[in-house]
């Protein structure tokens, strides 16, 4: 089984401040991981991934995310926030393997970026 | 590509009234997925193909919900009947070769 954590409900951030968005995950083989956003009335966007290879990753709109195997997570970062980053950030994940190709979510947590 | 498109985006309906969701996926994708998000439950996986073959249904909640991938192109997810616990955001996603999975606007289902 697999599974993701996202320990908090919402992070409140003042604009131009560093931002971390945590997600710890749980899966039986090697993972792949994800991060996608969400803005209001919309589907999921995709971020960035972590497949292989370098554990920090950048992605869109200047987000990274590092990849830390013993402590089985992949946190969302960003240097300095903006307003327009205020959305629903989702971590994902599934097994590398070639069975199971669906990934499973973690409950979401709501990124408040204060002006 | 346009990406995923997902058909109606807003369904109000009736209870006990049958619903018939729509997706087509992004062009030369051979996975595609089902997903519904609410706010107890966040985002479930309901079921997924590949090649238009299920290989996933058990995230469908009971037997009132069914799906179908008759080509390539065109996927539908039924409920019949519907009830107001069903009310959520249904989305569709697809992917190919590359890893992610590319998500449509989604279909708001209430159903009253």
Known sequence: AQSVAQPEDQVNVAEGNPLTVKCTYSVSGNPYLFWYVQYPNRGLQFLLKYITGDNLVKGSYGFEAEFNKSQTSFHLKKPSALVSDSALYFCAVRDSGAGRRALTFGSGTRLQVQP | ?112
């Open chain 2, 1 to 112: 590509d346009a990406g995923v498109i997902q058909s109606p985006r807003h369904e109000v309906t009736e209870m006990g009234q049958e619903v018939t969701l729509r997706c087509k996926p992004i062009s030369g994708h051979d996975y595609l997925f089902w997903y519904r998000q609410t706010m107890m439950r966040g985002l479930e996986l309901l079921i997924y193909f590949n090649n238009n073959v299920p290989i996933d249904d058990s995230g469908m909640p009971e037997d009132r919900f069914s799906a179908k991938m008759p080509n390539a192109s065109f996927s539908t997810l039924k409920i019949q009947p519907s009830e107001p616990r069903d009310s959520a955001v249904y989305f569709c996603a697809s992917t190919g070769g590359t890893t992610e999975a590319f998500f449509g606007q989604g279909t708001r289902l209430t159903v009253v």
